[in-house]
């Protein structure tokens, strides 16, 4: 079963490459922005670890993002060694047209699927990911739901 998850994966992220590439983001930079925006002031770490990118990956899509005006940074009030991002105007409006090129992606994928079955599917996905990944989910504890 892990094989077929990884082949569904793969093949998720090259449709997700090739469709971020209309708007000059990479699957990284996709999700460096959306974290911003859901959670402003988080850091580049705390993405890294949401997402399962490594830190190195993460810094260079952050630094991508700042330098096109997309995402700032600005010092912690309690930490020095911590840097928060912050979304721009232009970054949240990019945010949302790749959530709409995400969103139709998602649709054609699932379309096999009846109504019941992707939510079936995507209950299962989250108890999966937040046993794998806690750090994916920290808002939500899904282990537990059934």
Do not use: C, F
Not at 63 to 76: F, M
Not at 83 to 91: A, C, E, H, K, R
Not at 122 to 133: F, P, V
């Amino acid at each position: 079963m892990g094989y077929l998850a990884w082949q569904v994966v793969h093949a998720m992220g090259t449709r997700l490459e090739r469709a971020l590439r209309s708007l000059n983001l990479t699957a990284a930079q996709h999700n460096a922005l959306q974290h911003v925006a859901w959670t402003p002031g988080i850091s580049a770490a705390e993405i890294a670890r949401r997402t399962g990118i490594t830190p190195q990956s993460m810094g260079a899509a952050v630094n991508a993002l700042v330098d096109r005006g997309l995402l700032a940074r600005r010092d912690h009030p309690l930490s020095r060694r911590t840097v928060q991002l912050t979304i721009t105007d232009s970054g949240a409006k990019l945010a949302e047209r790749a959530r709409g090129v995400v969103e139709r992606l998602d649709e054609d994928a699932l379309a096999v699927l009846a109504p019941a079955e992707r939510a079936v599917v995507h209950t299962l996905l989250l108890r999966m990911l937040a046993e794998l990944n806690p750090d994916a989910l920290p808002t939500t504890d899904l282990r537990g739901t059934s």
